[in-house]
């Protein structure tokens, strides 16, 4: 039996949100707003912490590795939405459909692993501080960074290569803004069932594990705040996580409205919209939130433009 990857579909035809036509404009005036902010708003961040000794720690290590993440997820997507929304529709090659899932999906996993990373460093910072500097040091930093990134490029390039040998043979439209794992996996006619396994296993690391190890270590940290005598000891450390507990509430519950809820109880317009969130709405408010909410970050924005 010749088992050959017999790929007819060279081109997917993205739909877009032709089902909103009578927002358009609003989109094509938002979108590149929001672009811009989002791209300018990251590399600040970047900037700052690169360029601020005062920053120089593992928290905002973190935080300029979450800009990457995304920074990667914004460029992936946004510019080829608005070129599928002014053209009410956009093609695309199937291999450029494969690449923008691989890198979408790339940071989708590396964000969940660095959000259990920034839970670890506030629970030894606050429940371990003695012990923080000799436990979180740069190297550490640097490791845990890194083999982030390595299996959530691993990962997703298992469900990747899975992928690509299945067999596309039409039709070739996607409802959607941007090739997502799920839209793509149901233009093939082969067997699905295999892959839809394999992913669901993949998630249980990728996703829900980190979850789990966020959930615990603030158990740790809540439990450490309680033994604190004083409300302003208390209100101290809660604000220490504050930023980081937004993050990972925004995340999660996006995530979780994406491709957690049960898909016949939402429209498509509904998982767009969602989804409109999650790709450019969230790496938007990311680095604002921590500008807002740090005094920190806001000093060295003050110092480098001089306003002190």
């Not at 928290?59 to 009410?88: A, R, W």
């Not at 040998?165 to 997502?180: A, K």
């Not at 705040?225 to 604000?239: C, E």
Request: glycine share 4%; aromatic share 12%.
């Amino acid at each position: 039996m010749n088992v050959v990857n017999q790929t007819i579909v060279t081109e997917i035809l993205l739909l877009g949100f032709q089902d909103l036509h009578d927002y358009t404009i609003l989109f094509l005036f938002f979108l590149p707003v929001f672009l811009i902010v989002t791209v300018c708003g990251n590399i600040l961040i970047i900037w700052l912490v690169a360029s601020n000794s005062s920053l120089q720690s593992p928290m905002y290590f973190f935080v300029t590795q979450l800009c990457l993440s995304d920074l990667l997820v914004t460029t992936v997507i946004v510019p080829n939405t608005l070129h599928i929304i002014c053209g009410e529709g956009g093609t695309m090659s199937f291999s450029g459909c494969i690449i923008q899932l691989y890198f979408y999906a790339c940071s989708e996993s590396f964000e969940c692993f660095l959000l259990s990373i920034m839970a670890y460093d506030r629970y030894l910072a606050i429940c371990n501080p003695l012990r923080y500097s000799s436990l979180m040091t740069p190297m550490m930093c640097m490791i845990l960074v890194t083999v982030s990134w390595l299996t959530s490029f691993f990962v997703e390039l298992i469900l990747i290569i899975s992928l690509i040998n299945l067999q596309f043979c039409g039709p070739n439209v996607i409802d959607h803004f941007f090739c997502d794992f799920a839209p793509i996996l149901e233009l093939s006619c082969s067997d699905t069932n295999f892959i839809e396994i394999e992913a669901l296993i993949l998630c249980i690391p990728v996703t829900f594990s980190p979850l789990i190890i966020i959930a615990v270590f603030y158990v740790y940290i809540v439990r450490a705040a309680i033994r604190i005598s004083t409300t302003s000891g208390r209100a101290k450390v809660f604000s220490t996580c504050s930023s980081h507990l937004t993050l990972v509430s925004i995340f999660y519950g996006t995530l979780t409205g994406i491709y957690m809820s049960p898909t016949k109880e939402k429209s498509m317009t509904v998982k767009k919209i969602a989804s409109l969130l999650y790709t450019v709405l969230t790496p938007m408010i990311n680095p604002i939130i921590y500008s807002l909410r740090n005094r920190d970050i806001k000093e060295a924005v003050k110092k480098k433009l001089f306003i002190i």
